[in-house]
């Protein structure tokens, strides 16, 4: 199973996929050791499942270590301090206080992290589970991933935008063909709510048109 979802900011809408937690090459192996080893208990002490095994190495991908560096990174992005981080996960529907983030942090060791609490750490920084299991992408400073975070949601938010815009034209329009009686008004009603001509004739001619694109 896959778990993959987007949840844009200020639309409160996120898409779940269960598909792809782990790749098929890093579940389980038959000793039932694992790449990437979530706590079942979310018990504060042992060590980081990502922590460099004795003779190993440590995947790059999917570690519990990369969790603990994104929830720190995208949490000082989007400028939160360890408390409100700790209150947005608790809304999520995962209990967590202030100490409990900063030992994920930057405990010695480090807290450990279950699963519960990974997906909630992607609703609340809107990421995909497998994007927060990754290491962050270097060269990218915090400003610059503030300015690349404010873009994408602007982008979405635009998006969603002319969605709406969309479906109220059509609905409009389909009002139009079974009251054509109508139409001079909706136009005029169109220009007095916008007060500029120009953008109430876009606006009618995509009524006229039948829909926004």
Known sequence: MVVRYRMHSHSARWRFDLHRVVPRDRRLTKSGSSCFNWDSDGGDGGSMAGDRPEGGEVPLLYSEGNVAAR??????????????????????????????????????????????????????????????????????????????????????????????????????????????????AIHEQCLRLMGDERDARTLSNDIADGGHY
Do not use: C
Request: glycine share 4%; hydrophobic share 40%.
């Open 71 to 184: 929830v720190a990174l995208e949490r000082e992005v989007r400028g939160w301090s360890t408390t409100e981080l700790a209150e947005q996960v608790t809304r999520a529907g995962v209990k967590m206080n202030q100490t409990a983030v900063w030992r994920i942090e930057n405990g010695t060791p480090r807290r450990r992290i279950n699963l519960d609490e990974a997906l909630a750490f992607s609703r609340v920084f809107e990421l995909p589970l497998e994007e927060l299991m990754s290491p962050p992408l270097e060269g990218l400073d915090i400003a610059s991933r503030r300015l690349i975070q404010e873009a994408v949601e602007a982008f979405y938010e635009t998006r969603d935008a002319r969605d709406r815009l969309h479906h109220a034209v059509v609905a409009i329009a389909d009002h139009i063909k079974a009251h054509p009686d109508s139409s001079r």
